[in-house]
């Protein structure tokens, strides 16, 4: 069986939608981390304007993908739309770039950036498309490669916009990058991706959009979304709980925060390899249950740590787990619809939605009666219970199947 870097390589299928991914995360990680900046500083935003917006943006990026994804299900070929969704980010982060203004950047968060976003999914879908011909192994493999790249671009791109930026005097730049960035993008799907092939036979089944919510809505569907948007919310809630600990618990600095964020992002990219290395031998439920266990272990041995060093000393366990979360799932969420894989992407978006909702939740729960230390024990706890339950869910799929 070929290796999931030579079956990326040598499918245009797989490797144009891979190359757009890695241009794509440009688009989030040149913005992300000076959004608030921007925002309320640059822009005047209040803190609750800017809460606020940030909450409306997601929720409008949900319905997005959601229903872009079922749209595409009805598509012979997503090239069109890739390039629409392309011609959106560039719109979106060049005006807040050219115009600098509060009414554009509010604009732009609610309306163009969220339907540019949309394009993460899509393109996760056009490679399942691709790989539900594989062998399972094979294609879970393929997938997690390709979010391994994902997060690769990720990880170097902070640094070097950081390096571009520190002279500046305003942060704004970088939705500059971010918008050269969507037109690599529109440029790789319109100069190198090729139109699909006519498709052959019967016309495609009608596929309604109230049909395909009720796809979504199967109780055997959201009980799986809602387990693995608490395994999601573990590493949402560390993200929040980690920079507190180390620089009151553990006496480090914000030095330490940057650098061990730094660490655990490029340790991510070999670990995902691995993980989808052993999807092929095993279920992706058993992989994740197992990552998710360790992400666990982390955060229990987080909630202990009283030094620097100690907590450098759980980057490996950290970047392990991590990988684990925020790359096997994409191909158990796809498996959960996977006849559809605009629909089954899709779920990617409101997964993500609920995960960043229920860490809300779990860190307001566990620091209103512990400190930073015993919240990420509590979470911890919560992520065992989700293992063991999605476990159980796994077990017994003809119980759940009647329920629906």
Known sequence: MPSAFSSILRDARIRVPTLTLIALAFTYA???????????????????????????AAAVNVCTSLTLGIW????????PLVLALSVSGMLGFGLIYEFRTAAVFVFSMLVLIPISNSTYSILFASIRTTTNTMDRGQAASITSTVRALFSGSWALA?????????HSQSMMPAYGIAGLASLVCFCLYLFVAKPA?????PPPV???????LGRLLAPHVLARIGIIASLLGLQRVSSVVSPLIITHSAGGS?????FMAGLVA???MPFMMMWGGLQRRFRSVHVLAFGAAIYCLYLVLLGFASAPWQIYALVPINACGAAAILSVPITYLQDLIADRPGLGSSLISVNTFIANGLSASIFAIGTSFTGYSGTAIFAAAIGLGSIGLLLFLERAPRAVRQLA
Request: proline content about 5%.
């Open 30 to 56: 040149s913005t992300m981390p000076y959004q608030s900046i921007i925002g309320i500083n640059e822009l005047g935003l209040s803190d609750r304007a800017y809460s606020g917006l940030i909450f409306l």
């Open 72 to 79: 595409s299900d009805k598509l012979s070929d997503r090239r």
């Open 158 to 166: 902070p640094g070097l916009i950081g390096l571009y930026l520190i």
């Open 197 to 201: 092939p006519k498709r052959e036979g």
């Open 206 to 212: 009608h596929i309604g959009f109230f049909s395909s």
């Open 254 to 258: 914000v030095v330490d925060v940057g």
């Open 266 to 268: 490029f340790l991510e």
